[in-house]
């Protein structure tokens, strides 16, 4: 098949990918609407947060399922190191089947749910759960759908305070592309404890950011993903570590599985996963801006191109020392880690786009059996 490039709509309405396509190549402008937006926002917001986040017994969950699980995993550790109060990732998945572990009832808990629909069974039922399971109980919904049932639930209620995204990043496509980086852009906006004017001025940044790895990346990869690797292992660490699991999941998912896709730490790797490696492997590694961070990673790196096991290693991320033939870098404004996985996201968004295009698959939709659908369907929701 011959390479397409993102900006290729009718080619890619002719491969099934057309939404798909759109939905990625957006993103920078709709982040520059979101600093917009959230600059509207933010009187509202912050009486809704009052002075929550200065009280070391608030405890601050943020929440979703699958991808929306992994923007929480993203933003949460840098913003608990933030403030006095305790900031943590729980999926939704595990929240519903332990509650006990996450909650108690005089402990004031502010729920943060992502939701691109809004309208998962999880994502209403952790709502659900916390309101029942918690006296002093307070929910923040960023979703992309006015009309679901997040929206619709928190409409007029004064413990909730809801955060609609651009109504373009609801993608209409199978997989979480745009809607995935306005939440977690959202979630660190509202949360940062810098003022206002640099957190949207980051916006703008990682925004421009973005539109030049899209560009400068688009060819690339589209070539990378024509080269038969039936395995992609993600390295990454720090805030960055969800973003590897993420970016296997637009594998998994873009291929129906037909190409095994796995995550981990760059010290984590040599426990055991790096048994995985063979010659048809692809490594990517998404490098994080912090030095301490960078040495380990820079030693898996020589490790496993000297092994030479792997198919092909490459990284992606700041260019901020030597790079190698195989990397895709960029040189990058003082931004943490967190402020920059969606723009290296983009790279795994266009990596999974064009593999699942190369398999004869169709993007936008790559289960047409309807075995995996967009909203999770078939859970039943059970109490104590």
């Known amino acids: 098949m011959d390479a397409t490039l993102l900006s290729d709509l009718s080619a890619w309405q002719r491969l099934g990918g057309a939404d798909t396509a759109t939905?990625?190549?957006?993103?920078?402008?709709?982040?520059?609407?979101?600093?917009?937006s959230l600059s509207d926002a933010q009187a509202r917001v912050q009486a809704f947060?009052?002075?929550?986040?200065?009280?070391?017994?608030?405890?601050v969950i943020f929440t979703g399922a699958g991808s929306s699980g992994f923007i929480a995993e993203m933003a949460a550790d840098a913003l608990n190191a933030q403030w006095p109060a305790e900031i943590r990732a729980v999926h939704t998945t595990s929240l519903l089947t332990h509650p006990a572990l996450y909650l108690q009832r005089e402990r004031p808990t502010l729920?943060?749910?992502?939701?691109?629909?809004?309208?998962?069974p999880e994502s209403v039922a952790a709502v659900e759960r916390v309101r029942a399971d918690v006296d002093d109980a307070r929910f923040l919904d960023i979703t992309c759908n006015a009309d679901g049932?997040?929206?619709r639930r928190g409409a007029g209620r004064?413990?909730?305070?809801?955060?609609l995204m651009p109504a373009v990043s609801c993608d209409r496509a199978f997989a979480m592309t745009s809607s995935l980086t306005c939440m977690l852009l959202t979630a660190l906006t509202v949360f940062d404890n810098s003022d206002w004017a640099t957190r949207t001025a980051r916006l703008k940044q990682v925004a421009a950011l973005a539109r030049e790895a899209i560009a400068q990346w688009d060819a690339p990869v589209a070539a990378l993903a024509a080269q038969p690797f039936d395995r992609v292992i993600y390295l990454a660490s720090g805030p960055l570590e969800a973003l590897a699991r993420e970016a296997a999941l637009k594998v998994l998912e873009l291929t129906a599985g037909r190409v095994l896709a796995l995550a981990n730490t760059p010290l984590g790797f040599r426990h055991g996963p790096k048994s995985t490696l063979n010659a048809q492997t692809l490594v990517v590694m998404l490098r994080s801006a912090q030095p301490l961070a960078r040495r380990y990673e820079q030693d898996l790196l020589e490790e496993l191109r000297n092994d030479g096991v792997a198919g092909k290693v490459l990284s992606v991320g700041p260019r901020v020392d030597a790079v190698g033939n195989d990397?895709?870098?960029?040189?990058?404004?003082?931004?943490?880690?967190?402020?920059?996985?969606p723009v290296w996201l983009t790279f795994a968004q266009l990596y999974a786009l064009q593999r699942s295009a190369a398999l004869g698959l169709t993007p936008?939709?790559?289960f047409p059996d309807g075995t995996v659908n967009r909203v999770v369907k078939g859970v039943t929701i059970h109490h104590d």
């Open 111 to 120: 729920l943060v749910s992502f939701g691109r629909s809004g309208s998962s």
């Open 49 to 59: 947060l009052g002075q929550r986040l200065s009280d070391p017994a608030q405890r």
């Open 149 to 151: 049932e997040l929206a």
């Open 158 to 163: 004064e413990d909730t305070c809801t955060l």
């Open 23 to 36: 939905e990625i190549a957006q993103q920078p402008q709709l982040w520059e609407t979101l600093a917009d």
């Open 364 to 366: 936008d939709n790559p």
């Open 327 to 341: 990397d895709h870098t960029l040189p990058v404004p003082a931004l943490p880690d967190n402020w920059l996985a």
